[in-house]
């Protein structure tokens, strides 16, 4: 749980603004089991603006091949302190820090030929010049069949031990279709992360993650992406649902398919992506609620995507609501019950249920349909023999129990989130 520059400020977030949302997040959602705080991509550019990356430009590095953080963004990044300052001021509020790195190795080190700390080759050794990311032209992929390839990865992440990080991002690694998976640099990076002498979370991207790896993904990663990146429109929401289902056999504790980040309060400060820019979320108010249900149904990753400190009443209560976090944070059997038409099958609905440590059912009915619909669930279905007192966890609302069904209605594009007991 936890921020994510990206969805707000592309990649070109600054040192101040980082602190200024972990500020926030310190003061109002730690207590509530918000902890992260994650610069994303291009934070060793000095001229990023956007999220519009700019072709071939002079990144940060060091002196052995690794990109170290812009001083002009990130100032106290100086005299080689990389982001060993600002993950120390993160600490210090009792939160966590993360960074987003892409696969490979940088274009600039190859074309340079700059040593690698820990082993005689250099940069242009271990370096796959065909493996090139579609849509950045920062890195080469590294060849793990090269002398090298894991000295060079297990220095990024002495660094990163260094610096304090508690999560990093890996980009450009994790996909199918258009992109591709890299099974064998995934595992340079296991290997490196784990000889390091820090624990860190790490989160593999961009989406989708393809399915017949997700035994290896289990085991190799913390978080892995199902989609490519998440934007605040309804049809990308709706399609969730499918990828939510089909990843549960390989949800497990420390390993979580991940949905992406969550697009609500003030995105697109300085970004271009999503199809808008400046604006507060376009989901609606109904859409936010199902957003929250259905990733803490799943047991989902929460990394929140908008500015912290303009977040309205409305906003900050999606983030507080013990009861819904708890799930997140504690259920387990979370699954689709059934997804199917409603009552005249006027439209389409979606059951996930989970059960609670203090021996609670958990039930959200999902209503994707555009018309309010009504859904009758027997309690046979959930395991449990009437009378139950049904709880909804986003009203506060208490349901008088049927003698063995639970009916009620959801708005289009609603849900509603019960706790049975």
């Known amino acids: 749980m936890g921020w994510n520059s990206w969805d707000c400020y592309g990649a070109s977030v600054t040192e101040a603004e980082v602190r200024g949302n972990a500020g926030y997040m310190a003061e109002h959602l730690l ?25 071939f430009v002079p990144l940060e590095m060091d002196g052995y091949s690794r990109l170290i953080p812009a001083t002009n963004r990130f100032p106290s990044a100086a005299n080689g302190v990389g982001f060993r300052a600002l993950a120390h001021a993160v600490h210090a509020q009792g939160l966590k820090f993360g960074i987003h790195i892409m696969r490979g190795i940088p274009r600039q080190a190859v074309h340079a030929d700059t040593p690698l700390l820990g082993t005689s080759v250099t940069a242009r050794d271990i370096a796959h010049p065909n493996s090139i990311c579609p849509w950045n032209t920062d890195m080469y992929g590294v060849d793990a069949s090269k002398e090298g390839a894991q000295a060079y990865y297990d220095s990024l992440f002495a660094l990163y031990a260094q610096w304090g990080v ?45 399915l017949e790896h997700g035994e290896f993904l289990q085991a190799n990663a913390n978080m892995w992406r199902l989609t490519d990146d998440f934007w605040d429109q309804w049809p990308g929401l709706a399609e969730m649902f499918g990828r939510c289902h089909e990843w549960t056999p390989f949800r497990s504790p420390g390993h ?17 992506d999503g199809g808008a820019g400046d604006r507060m979320t376009r989901f609606t108010h109904d ?31 999606l983030l507080t609501n013990r009861r819904l976090l708890e799930i997140q944070r504690s259920s387990s059997g979370n699954r689709q019950l059934w997804r199917r038409g409603g009552s005249g099958h006027s439209g389409e609905g979606v059951a996930w249920t989970a059960q609670g440590e203090q021996g609670q059912t958990y039930l959200a009915l999902f209503n994707l349909g555009e018309t309010e619909d009504t859904f009758h669930v027997p309690y046979r279905e959930l395991g449990l023999t009437a009378p139950v007192r049904a709880e909804e966890l986003w009203s506060g609302d208490v349901v008088p129990p049927g003698p063995d069904t639970l009916s009620t209605t959801v708005t ?10």
Not at 31 to 41: P, R, S, T
Not at 186 to 200: T, V
Not at 267 to 272: A, H
Not at 291 to 303: E, G
């Open 256 to 272: 979580w398919p991940d949905p992406d980040m969550l697009p609500l309060g003030h995105l697109g400060l300085r970004s271009v």
């Open 166 to 210: 508690d999560l990093v991002k890996v980009d450009d690694i994790s996909a199918s279709r258009l992109y591709h998976f890299h099974a064998a640099e995934i595992l340079l990076i296991r290997r490196a992360l784990d000889g390091c002498g820090r624990p860190m979370v790490l989160s593999l991207s961009p989406g989708p993650a393809p």
């Open 287 to 317: 859409e936010q609620r199902t957003l929250m249900t259905l990733w803490c149904m799943s047991r989902a990753p929460l990394m929140f995507g908008g500015e912290l400190r303009d977040n309205d009443p409305w906003t900050l209560s």
């Open 31 to 55: 207590a509530y089991g918000w902890e992260y705080v994650v610069v994303d991509i291009q934070w060793y550019e000095p001229g990023a603006n956007s999220s519009l990356y700019r072709p």
């Open 412 to 421: 289009p594009h609603g849900v509603r989130l019960f706790e049975l007991m």
